[in-house]
């Protein structure tokens, strides 16, 4: 066995053992609570994977607001004890991290370098998460950000749009929120091919940005709907307790440096992705 997946029952995590098969071992919540140490600890000694890819995390980016505490466990203090226990086996890990790391007021991609201003209590978790990982393993981390994120794995904008389209005439949809829509099988291609690469921060996201009306727009399209049925909104049409960053576009010099291609463009990536969503049709 060479590596060990966390967060086995997530989206993309079930996207990344696939590609995996048999020479991975997917370990739920319910396998392995992360935020036990001693449990962590003794799981990886046990499991002596070459590498750790964690895709456990708290998610839910309003509830953090209110329970920052818990989030924290998770994608902090949790992420810690991954580390630790890398460390102490010489394992490799590549670690999970978010958009939300940002501020969100950027007019022009954030490179992996760029200071870093969370302004949500999501964002603040996550990005101890990548303190402890570039504290704890500069020679063995990988902190790989994403965002925007759709697959066939769990629920998602583009299953979301996908419904609507069949159940409603219009739909109002952000347009002033802008980022980059990322199918989670090309997520989880770059974190096996990051087992073998310099450590540091890496950027997987698809290339290229738009709205979520562009996105709504654009699945409309590709299922042979009118996308004029898609309306333009702001987010003051939907309140939420966490502010969502206006601007989430990422940029991808990283892998040029590490010998990779960047990501492809998300609107190549959405035509492939839409057959394996349930429930959708071409």
């Known amino acids: 066995m060479t590596w060990l997946v966390t967060g086995a ?5 079930r996207d990344v053992l696939g590609l995996l098969g048999g020479d991975a071992v997917g370990l739920a919540r319910r396998d392995l609570d992360i935020t036990d ?5 003794a799981a990886v000694r046990a499991l002596r994977p070459r590498v750790v890819v964690n895709c456990a995390a708290w998610t839910a980016v ?3 607001e209110s329970r920052e505490a818990e989030a924290l466990a998770v994608n902090g203090t949790a992420v810690r004890h991954l580390a630790e226990a890398c460390a102490a086996t010489g394992a490799a ?6 958009d939300y790391v940002f501020d969100g007021h950027a007019r022009v991609p954030y490179a992996e370098g760029a200071p870093t201003g969370p302004r949500t209590a999501y964002g603040r978790t996550k990005l101890a998460g990548e303190r402890a990982v570039r504290e704890l393993l500069p020679e ?3 902190v790989v950000r994403t965002g925007w994120l759709y697959g066939a794995g769990g629920g998602n904008f583009v299953a979301t749009m996908a419904r609507l389209e069949a159940t ?8 002033d929120q802008r980022g980059q829509p990322t199918w989670s099988a090309d997520v989880a291609a770059r974190l096996v091919a990051l087992a073998d690469a310099p450590p540091g921060i890496y950027h997987a996201t698809n290339s290229g940005d738009g709205t979520w009306y562009d996105l709504a727009r654009e699945t409309f399209r590709l299922l042979g709907a009118d996308p004029g049925r898609v309306r333009p909104v702001t987010t003051a049409a939907f309140p939420r307790p966490a502010p969502r960053p206006a601007y989430s576009v ?4 990283r892998w040029r440096e590490a010998g990779m291609a960047p990501p492809r463009h998300w609107r190549e990536a959405l035509p492939e992705a839409l057959p394996a969503l349930a429930g959708v049709r071409r």
């Open 62 to 64: 309003d509830d953090a």
């Open 168 to 175: 409603r005439d219009t739909v109002d949809v952000v347009d």
């Open 37 to 41: 140490r001693d449990a962590v600890l």
């Open 250 to 253: 990422l940029g991808h010099a």
């Open 93 to 98: 890990l590549v670690h999970v991290s978010t």
């Open 9 to 13: 029952g997530g989206m993309l995590a």
């Open 140 to 142: 063995r981390g990988r």
